[in-house]
Nanobody
Framework: QVHLVESGGGSVQAGASLRLSCVGEGPAFRGYTLGWFRQAPGKGREFVASISWIAGGIYYEDSVKGRFTISRDNFVNTAYLQMNSLKPEDTAVYYC?????????????????WGQGTQVTVSS
């Protein structure tokens, strides 16, 4: 069982940066693909980025490529999402997720462990 806790959300203006963190409690992270998803008001949860347990396996949704960076530190069981050049359309609740069965982890159904979410609000 993996318990995930996100932090780092907030309210910022367009063009600003935020760094989200996801701390895992339970088994070591190194055997899991970690993902970030987001859900805007009135919309479904969508994939943002994932980082595989396999070195070099990093995937991004097209709209965040070049602006967001996902990383992980297995020694402290933490995943990060560095978000730069934020736009109002990035406003959403951001969720961290973990899976031991999918290497890419680009679908919501790939994951069986989820955090509670952290709100990101970007104003114009």
């Amino acid at each position: 069982q993996v318990h995930l806790v996100e932090s780092g959300g907030g309210s910022v203006q367009a063009g600003a940066s935020l760094r989200l963190s996801c701390v895992g409690e339970g088994p070591a992270f190194r055997g899991y693909t970690l993902g970030w998803f987001r859900q805007a008001p009135g919309k479904g949860r969508e994939f943002v980025a994932s980082i595989s347990w396999i070195a070099g396996g990093i995937y991004y949704e097209d709209s965040v490529k070049g602006r967001f960076t996902i990383s992980r530190d297995n020694f402290v069981n933490t995943a990060y999402l560095q978000m730069n050049s934020l736009k109002p359309e990035d406003t959403a609740v951001y969720y961290c997720a973990a899976t031991a069965v999918s290497e890419k982890g680009i679908y919501e159904s790939d994951y069986n462990y989820w955090g509670q979410g952290t709100q990101v609000t970007v104003s114009s």
